[in-house]
Structures are given as C-alpha cells and as structure tokens.
C-alpha cells in the first residue's frame, strides 16, 4: 500500500502564496491518480484538485481555479499544490489523497490511501 506525506503547510497573509507537497512511498506514484481536499474546522471535507496518473488530465474545484495548481513529478514519487492569492476561506487542513484507477473522483469515498494532512492558515 501506498504511504503519503505532506508538507509544506503554515500560516500566510492573504494574497500569498504557498507550496504544498505529497510524498508517497511503498508503491509508485504513477500507478495512482492523485488529489487534494481540505477541511475547514465544522464543515466536510471538500475537492480541491485532481491529477491522472501521467499528469496529462487534471480538474480543479471552482473555488480554487485560477489561483492553485496541482501537478506531480512521478519520477520523484511527489506530488504538489502551488496555491496562490490565497484568501481567509482558504484555511483548513488540507490533505493528499491517491486512488488506482484513471478516475478523479471528487468524493473523497474515492481514494483509499491518505495523508495525516498538513494545516493551512491564511490571515486577513
């Protein structure tokens, strides 16, 4: 089974930037679509980005597009978020997920192996 870490997480102003990363190990990254979701404290854990395994398809929740990015390096079994102009409601625990198959699902029902999260805060 395939391990994820992230990192990369921290507290930022509005209108900054950062740069999540997802490490796997155990299996290769490329075998797996890959995805973020994020969780704000009361509410569900919601679609960020999707990635298909080559990196080729992606899909990015509405809420998101245009200001992050997600993208993979399978060669370096890593996988990244670059969020940009990034604003208070942004703000929860965000976390790396991975599936088999060629599907993005946007429930997170759809992966089977996660990250223990890294926390995002962004100040106004």
């Known amino acids: 089974q395939v391990q994820l870490v992230e990192s990369g997480g921290g507290l930022v102003q509005a209108g900054g930037s950062l740069r999540l990363s997802c490490a796997a190990s155990?299996?290769?990254?490329?075998?797996?679509?890959m995805a973020w979701f994020r969780q704000a404290p009361g509410k569900e854990r919601e679609f960020v980005a999707g990635l298909s395994r080559s990196g080729g398809g992606t899909m990015h929740a509405d809420s998101v597009r245009g200001r992050f990015t997600i993208s993979r390096d399978n060669a370096k079994n890593t996988g990244y978020l670059q969020m940009s102009s990034l604003k208070p409601e942004d703000t929860a625990v965000y976390y790396c997920?991975?599936?088999?198959?060629?599907?993005?699902?946007?429930?997170?029902?759809?992966?089977?192996?996660w990250g223990p999260g890294t926390q995002v805060t962004v100040s106004s």
């Open positions: 997920a991975v599936a088999q198959g060629t599907t993005i699902w946007k429930d997170p029902s759809g992966y089977n192996s």
């Open positions: 155990g299996r290769p990254f490329s075998w797996y679509t």
